[in-house]
C-alpha cells in the first residue's frame, strides 16, 4: 500500500509540474487538469475533426486521334475558330500555346472557341 500510494503521488507531483491541459490520469482517473494547483472534472467532450476538401483537379482529356495541335503554333495571327472541326479541336491549340495568338478565346476564360461543334474539351486553360 506504502509503494502504490508513493507512485500515485509522484504521478501527481509529475501531473502538476507539466502544467497538463488535457488532464492527467493516474490510478484509471482524472487527477488534474490546467495549472497547478487547479483540478477540474473530466469533461466527456467528443473530439471532432473537420473534414478535409480539396478543390477538384481539372484534367484535360485525352488528345483528339489524327488532330496535331502544334502544327497550328507558331504562325501568328492565321487560325479562326471556323478554321477548327470542333471546340476540342481549338481547345487542343489554345493548350498548346496558352499566350493564345490566334485570338481563340477572345473572353479570355480558357476555353476556346465556345460556339463551336462537339466534341468539347471545357476544361480551362492558364492564360498567359
Known sequence: MVERRSHTR???GLCALAYVV???TVAGETVATGAPGRERAPTT???TTAPVTTAPVAIAPAPLAGFDPTRYIGQGDRYNCSDF???AQAQAVLRA?????NRLDADRDGIACESNRAP?????????
Not at 120 to 128: H, K, Q, S
Request: with cysteine; glycine share 4%.
Open 10 to 12: 509522484r504521478a501527481l
Open 22 to 24: 488535457a488532464g492527467c
Open 45 to 47: 467532450a467528443p473530439v
Open 85 to 87: 472541326a470542333s471546340q
Open 97 to 101: 500555346d496558352p499566350r493564345d495568338p
Open 120 to 128: 468539347f474539351d471545357r476544361v480551362p486553360v492558364p492564360r498567359l
